[in-house]
Nanobody, 112 residues
Framework: QVQLVESGGGVVQAGASLRLACATSGVIKDNYAMRWFRQAPGKEREFVASIWWRGSSTTYRDFAKGRFTISRDDATDTIYLQMDNLKPEDTAVYYC?????WGPGTQVTVSS
C-alpha cells in the first residue's frame, strides 16, 4: 500500500525559502512520476512539479520555473520541493502525489 506523508510547511515572509519533503513507502519505482500539487483557498488543486523515479526528467508549471526545484533521494525514497523567493500567491496546501495516491498535505503560508 502506497503511503505519502508531506512535511516542511510553515509560515514565512515573502522572499524566504522552504523545503518540502514527501516521505514515501510502498511506491513501485516503475514508469510513474512523483508530483507536487497545491491548492489555495477557494481554488482548484493545481500541478506544481514532477519527477520520474528513473532518470532525471522533471517538469514544472510556469509559476514554479526558476523558483522551485523538485528532487528525490533514492536512498530514503523521499521527494523534495525546494521553494525559493516565495510570494504571497504561493500560499496553499501542498500535496504529494503518485498515480491515485495522495498525502494529507502540508500548509505553506507566505506573508507580504
Amino acid at each position: 500500500q502506497v503511503q505519502l506523508v508531506e512535511s516542511g510547511g510553515g509560515v514565512v515572509q515573502a522572499g524566504a525559502s522552504l523545503r518540502l519533503a514527501c516521505a514515501t513507502s510502498g511506491v513501485i519505482k516503475d514508469n510513474y512520476a512523483m508530483r507536487w500539487f497545491r491548492q489555495a483557498p477557494g481554488k482548484e488543486r493545481e500541478f506544481v512539479a514532477s519527477i520520474w523515479w528513473r532518470g532525471s526528467s522533471t517538469t514544472y508549471r510556469d509559476f514554479a520555473k526558476g523558483r522551485f526545484t523538485i528532487s528525490r533521494d533514492d536512498a530514503t525514497d523521499t521527494i523534495y520541493l525546494q521553494m525559493d523567493n516565495l510570494k504571497p500567491e504561493d500560499t496553499a496546501v501542498y500535496y504529494c502525489n503518485t498515480r491515485d495516491s495522495w498525502g494529507p498535505g502540508t500548509q505553506v503560508t507566505v506573508s507580504s
